[in-house]
């Protein structure tokens, strides 16, 4: 007979043991009670659930029913998970047996389902669906965590027991560990029941509807290329963020030496001329403001005197005491991981593939550089907005020459010191590169062309206009400065809408403007910027000397990509300075002067508010759906070349990094976690409630990134004790005055290893307080230590300019016979002298780029037929004296050129005559080569105006040959 039922089966039954004994069961009570079992068999204690056995007298109709269908049905009708696996002699095998199966059951359809959704979708779908997949999953479990954390706090404020979840073993442990040092503990109230009485005496607010409201945003990474698979310590660096900074490396102590100096400098030259009795004959030059706000000015390479002041010495004594007896820290912990310092080294190795940010939002996209090149010569390809540069090498001189003739034609408007400055004589072409759109999957992950400016022939003319143009920003009333200001604006509105009597039902609106920077036409961005400039009211400088110059900064807007050098036809590019003033400029008058004026709009008595922030537009509409569908159709036609994207909603939108959100009559102001931080939690959130919520959001997700939990705690009590108003700009301190402070940082880089450069400064404050001099200008405010940034996850992995990555940088050129051999091949486009991707100092200030060099002593040019750059060993090299000109010098190395130009570079400094070069240097070092050795900086800085380098040929002799049978040329 079966011990669980008394029932007697004419088939054998399966026998269990148990610590009281053996014990039988029928086939269908194990199938039924295998689960139960454990507490009946395994303790004598009764169990804590209620199980149906054979004391239990409330046995249903069904229970008797499949008891019946046991005993008639065959074997082979039965459940298959008990008939694959062996007759077990614990009820616990038993369970494992079957969950083992179920398991594998499971894998089984997971398998099968995956590989119909393989056969349905492309690679590059399917690995998104996976992505995404994943990313839902984490979001899921990180909701059930917060929401777990929030109990927990709960529990803790109301001073209540709380036992956290554990798993037996872990219990098990704990208690012995316990009992080895003292007594065995009370036991605890259990977890499921305490919680029960919290859960009655303090109601709990639901979280949910605010969950459910944050949209899942793009995973941190996406991946659409196939060429490489991304592993763990990939998904780790990227998850951390761009911003991210790995623990860096060694100081450098003479880089630190070297920032002492200067700091110590500008505070003896500032007590200097503060102390300098001013000298009535001579005449002091006079700077505008302009000058100063544009034109740098260069680091003084002298140190200055030794100061009078002894209070300023003596401090300067101590910092310098502090330092020598300062011991250096231990080498602190990693915060990456090995496998994540080994993706990070993979990825900057990577030779077929591209790591671009996000246009909007924080992650990275991966691509094969091809897709990469197509997308961007997709773009430049269109005739109707580029055009192709037929002679670059003339195209920078024409440009120099047509804004040296504007500067003639305005000669009495802009001073001998901008005309100087104004012209580039190292200038170079501008550079395309392109940001993904990772928040448009469904349009294949669009790219937004900026056009660099840097170092090109009109960024110094662009910086002049945005001088001009910048302070007339506040003239266009619609116009969003940023997320502060919109803010405020919504709490105008919520004001006004309050005190109405009856304030109508608004539907919230926004709008994108589709490439608003290359579809603004010339034609309109003038008559804008001239309509603009005439409402000035000192017409200095005249408004068609401005016109002029932004004409100039869009008809010669020339950038390269590539082998391509391209010219811009019509439109504006993102990447001069003055880009983002006259995009605001040209979109105020085609679309915001005509939406808010009456006599053009049609619809404007249903335009409650309405705002612009470049080409995203947010809206208060007061009218019905079908009306807002028609204004739509209606901004659509103002422009032939503007288009306009619209989403509209009757009670949640997001506008920028908020969700706004309607309370009634007001608008409700939400930040769209977790963009942002903790501060802008507090200025973004309008309800209190809404804030705390926003805390511990994200609060968990810099958890889940490894920041340390009292920092963000801390960094959460600030955010609280500030006000909201100060954050929003609102509020005008009190002490704050007119004329800005003088300040006087020490710059620096930080790394652990070296001194606490601050806590020294503020130990020996007070002895700037002995004389009245140092204790008037030098105080706590004015001397603090600001730190320069090291490279972070986004420095390391991207680089916006593009350069082909070669997998054999040298080419195959195995004699010196070949380098002048009349049969070559056709030339590469990659070929030529080029700089390294990490700007050291030789590619940054001594190496010219180049793919052709001239022969100094017969002036005939030559190709440079191969791909070098400072990393490329067996090498030649011209170096050309700058001072003498008919002085050069041709050499060799077998190393690369970086290890070469080290050793040229110490035996200059040291005066060490090792080759023809260092016995120039040296030979001159009184007259013509004069260098100042003082500081490593101060010699680069000289020797750069001395020296300049060219990567002429890669060499690989031939077996048995040796490199140094070869002679310079």
């Known amino acids: 007979g079966c011990h669980n039922c008394d029932k007697v089966t004419e088939k054998a039954p399966a026998r269990t043991k148990s610590p009281v004994g053996s014990v039988w069961l029928c086939f269908g009570c194990l199938k039924k009670n295998d689960l139960a079992l454990v507490p009946k068999l395994n303790s004598t204690k009764p169990p804590t659930n209620k199980i149906k056995s054979a004391d239990n007298k409330d046995r249903g109709e069904d229970d008797e029913e499949e008891d019946e269908e046991d005993r008639v049905s065959p074997r082979r009708n039965r459940e298959p998970s008990l008939k694959a696996g062996p007759v077990s002699s614990r009820a616990s095998d038993v369970i494992r047996n079957n969950l083992k199966i179920k398991i594998s059951a499971l894998r089984q359809c997971a398998f099968r389902l995956d590989m119909e959704l393989k056969s349905c979708l492309t690679i590059n779908e399917y690995r998104n669906v996976l992505e995404n997949t994943t990313h839902l999953v984490e979001n899921n479990a990180s909701r059930d965590q917060q929401k777990h954390s929030r109990k927990l706090e709960r529990d803790k404020k109301d001073c209540q027991h709380y036992i956290p979840w554990q798993t037996y073993a872990n219990i098990k442990q704990q208690k012995r560990r316990m009992s080895r040092v003292k007594k065995k503990a009370p036991r605890l109230p259990s977890r499921r029941m305490k919680r029960k009485r919290v859960r009655s005496a303090h109601p709990h607010v639901s979280t949910t509807a605010s969950s459910e409201q944050s949209p899942v945003g793009p995973p941190a990474v996406i991946n659409l290329s196939n060429a490489v698979t991304l592993t763990g310590g990939h998904f780790g660096i990227f998850k951390k963020g761009p911003k991210f900074i790995p623990t860096p490396p060694k100081a450098d102590f003479a880089e630190f030496q070297e920032d002492i100096r200067l700091w110590k400098n500008r505070l003896r030259w500032a007590l200097y001329h503060k102390t300098k009795e001013p000298d009535p004959k001579a005449e002091t030059p006079v700077t505008s403001s302009i000058e100063q706000a544009l034109i740098k000015s260069s680091k003084s390479k002298y140190d200055a005197p030794i100061s009078k002041n002894l209070a300023l010495e003596l401090f300067l004594q101590k910092i310098d005491e502090e330092i020598k007896n ?161 803010i405020r604006k919504v709490m105008q509105y919520n004001s006004r809408r309050l005190e ?211 920092l963000v705690d801390q960094a959460i009590e600030e955010a609280r004790a500030t006000p909201r108003d100060d954050l929003l700009g609102s509020v005008q301190k009190e002490n704050e005055t007119s004329q800005s402070q003088n300040q006087y940082p020490l710059v620096m880089k930080f790394n652990p290893r070296l001194p606490p450069m601050s806590k020294f400064i503020h130990q020996n404050l007070h002895v700037l307080g002995l004389t009245e001099q140092t204790k008037s200008m030098f105080h706590k ?77 017969t002036s005939q040019t030559f190709k440079i037929r191969s791909h070098i750059d400072c990393n490329t060993k067996n090498v030649i090299y011209l170096m050309l004296d700058l001072k003498c000109t008919e002085i050069f010098y041709i050499g060799y190395t077998t190393d690369c050129m970086a290890v070469r130009w080290r050793n040229h570079k110490s035996h200059i400094k040291k005066s060490i005559k090792s080759c023809e070069l260092a016995n120039h240097f040296v030979s001159l070092s009184s007259s013509t080569h004069k260098l100042d050795k003082s500081a490593q900086a101060n010699f680069t800085s000289d020797l750069q105006e001395h020296l300049s380098i060219i990567l002429i040929e890669s060499v690989i002799p031939e077996t048995g040959v040796d490199l140094l049978m070869l002679r310079p040329l």
């Open 326 to 486: 300062h011991k250096e820290k231990k080498v602190l912990g990693d915060n990456l991981t090995k496998e994540e310092r080994q993706a990070l080294q993979e990825m900057k190795s990577w030779k077929t593939t591209i790591i671009r940010p996000y246009d909007k939002g924080v992650g990275f996209i991966i691509d094969d550089i091809e897709s990469y090149k197509s997308r961007i010569l997709k773009e430049i390809s269109n005739p109707a907005n580029y055009s192709i540069v037929t002679d670059p090498a003339n195209a920078i001189n024409e440009i120099n020459s047509r804004i040296q003739a504007w500067m003639t034609e305005y000669n009495d408007q802009i001073s001998p010191k901008l005309q100087e400055w104004m012209i580039d004589k190292n200038a170079d072409f501008g550079y395309f590169y392109m940001n993904y759109k990772a928040h448009k999957p469904e349009k294949g992950y669009p790219g937004r062309m900026i056009t660099s400016g840097c170092g090109s022939p009109t960024e110094r003319l662009s910086s002049w206009c945005e001088y001009h143009l910048k302070p007339l920003m506040k003239k266009l009333p619609h116009r969003l400065e940023d997320t502060s200001h919109f």
């Open 781 to 857: 405010k004015s001397l603090f230590v600001s730190y320069k940034m090291e490279k972070n996850i986004l420095g390391m992995t991207t680089c916006n300019k593009f350069k082909e990555k070669h997998n054999d940088p040298v080419s195959s050129v195995t004699n010196a016979s070949q380098l002048s051999s009349s049969t070559t091949p056709a030339d590469d486009p990659s070929w030529g002298c080029h700089q390294c991707r990490k700007s050291c100092t030789l590619c940054k200030n001594f190496l010219v780029e180049a793919t052709t060099f001239t022969s100094p002593r």
């Open 500 to 710: 109405e009597d009856d304030p109508k039902p608004i539907i919230l609106c926004s709008w994108d403007i589709e490439a608003m920077y290359p579809n603004i036409t010339n034609d309109l961005g003038l008559e804008a910027c001239r309509k603009l400039l005439d409402s000035r009211e000192v017409l200095e400088p005249s408004t068609d000397c401005i016109v002029d110059a932004i004409k100039i900064t869009l008809e010669v807007n020339i950038a390269r990509f590539g082998d391509k050098v391209v010219k811009q036809c019509d439109g504006t590019a993102m990447g001069p300075h003055h880009a983002c003033s006259y995009a605001d400029i040209a979109a105020d008058l085609a679309l915001d002067q005509k939406v808010m004026d009456e006599n053009v709009n049609p619809f404007y008595s249903h335009v409650d508010d309405w705002s612009r922030f470049r080409d995203d537009i947010m809206c208060m509409w007061k009218g019905s759906v079908d009306e807002l569908l028609a204004f739509n159709t209606w901004i659509n036609n103002l422009h032939p070349r503007l288009k306009f994207t619209m989403e509209y909603s009757e009670s949640t939108i997001v506008f920028l990094d908020l969700r706004l959100t309607k309370g009634g009559p007001m608008v409700l102001t939400q930040i769209n976690i977790p963009k942002g931080v903790m501060k802008r939690v507090r200025r973004n959130c309008t309800e209190d409630t809404t804030c705390e919520e926003g805390f511990s959001e994200y609060k968990q997700h810099l958890l889940n990134r490894g920041y340390n939990g009292s």
